[in-house]
């Protein structure tokens, strides 16, 4: 995959945990085919349709004590393309989020 840099959020400013986690989900929107569509959304319909695996994702990535995977990623436009489960959990945990930002050819 191509892509224009590794861009950990926690590389940039530092800061505690629970503000960088709320920093990328307000940066960063959920991606949508629509419009309207939010992170309180993304989250309702995530725990409502799949609590079996959100449980489990929010006890593997509180036992690792920090994101679990691939980086988070985010298109060129700003929208969140792949990770949202995780993203959620990590707001939650108030953790760090690492994630990519791909080029606009993709």
């Known amino acids: 995959m191509v892509v224009d840099g590794m861009t950990p959020l926690s590389d940039q400013g530092g800061g ?3 503000a960088v986690a709320s920093v990328f989900a307000a940066r960063f929107p959920p991606h949508s085919e629509g419009q309207g569509e939010t992170w309180q959304t993304r ?3 995530a725990w409502q349709h799949e609590p079996e695996r959100m449980v489990e994702l929010f006890d593997a990535m509180q036992q ?3 994101w679990l995977g691939t980086p988070a990623l985010v298109s060129w436009t700003g929208r ?3 990770g949202h ?3 959620i959990c990590a ?3 108030r953790i760090r989020i690492p994630y990519l930002t791909l080029p606009a050819q993709l």
């Open 43 to 45: 989250y309702e319909a």
């Open 91 to 93: 707001v939650m945990l």
């Open 64 to 66: 690792a004590g920090g």
């Open 80 to 82: 969140v393309k792949d």
């Open 85 to 87: 489960h995780r993203v």
């Open 16 to 18: 505690a945990p629970e």
